[in-house]
C-alpha cells in the first residue's frame, strides 16, 4: 500500500512540474485509448463498452495520456456496480475532441462534485468499500493541464458519474 501512495504521489509531482518535462507529439489518440480499454480488467465483472470514432490525432505524451485513461477506467470500476457498465466514448467535434468515462456506479453528491479534482479528496468514504488514495482524479486533472484539456464532471446518486476530458484541436 505504502508503495503505491508514493508512486502515485510521484506521478502526480512529475506531473505539477509542467509540461517542460514532457515532450507532446502527434498521435493516434483513437489507437491509444482502444489499446487501454483492450487491456483493462475489471474486478466486478463490468462490461467495458467503448464507442472510439476512428484516426482522431493530437499532439499528446503517450506515456501520460495512458496513465489519465487508466485512472479513469479505473475509478469507473472501483465505484461502479457488480455486473455494471463503464462507457468510453472518445470523438471530435469542430474545435475539440471529448473522451469521456461513464460509469453507472454509486455517484457523487453535488457539494462533493467539485472537490474530487483535489489531492487526497475521496467522497464519503462510508459509501465505499474501495480503497485508494484520493489521487487519481488530482493526477487526471494535472495531466489534462499539461494537454491544455479541461476536465469536466457529471454525477448523480446511485445512478452515474461520467468525467470528460476536453481537447481543443
Keep these: 500500500k505504502m508503495t503505491s501512495l508514493v508512486s502515485a ?3 502526480v509531482t512529475r506531473a505539477e512540474q509542467g509540461l517542460s518535462r514532457f515532450t507532446l507529439e502527434e498521435a493516434n489518440l483513437s489507437e491509444l485509448v482502444e489499446g487501454v480499454c483492450d487491456k483493462f480488467r475489471t474486478s466486478k465483472n463490468i462490461e467495458l463498452i467503448a464507442d472510439i470514432d476512428n484516426n482522431i490525432a493530437i499532439n499528446l505524451n ?8 487508466e ?26 475532441t471529448v473522451l469521456s468515462v461513464r460509469d ?13 479534482w483535489n489531492r487526497f479528496y475521496r467522497a464519503d468514504a462510508s459509501r465505499s468499500e474501495t480503497e485508494g488514495f484520493g489521487l487519481g482524479l488530482a493526477l487526471v486533472k494535472k495531466i489534462a493541464e499539461i494537454h491544455s484539456a479541461e476536465c469536466v464532471a457529471e454525477s448523480e446518486i446511485d445512478k452515474f458519474t461520467e468525467i470528460k476530458i476536453i481537447f481543443k484541436n
Design 9 to 11: 504521489l510521484l506521478s
Design 62 to 69: 503517450n506515456t501520460l495520456i495512458t496513465q489519465l485513461v
Design 71 to 96: 485512472n479513469l477506467l479505473s475509478n469507473a470500476d472501483k465505484y461502479g456496480r457488480e455486473n455494471g457498465i463503464i462507457n468510453v466514448k472518445l470523438y471530435s467535434e469542430k474545435d475539440k
Design 104 to 116: 453507472n456506479g454509486i455517484g457523487i453528491s453535488e457539494e462533493d462534485l467539485p472537490k474530487i
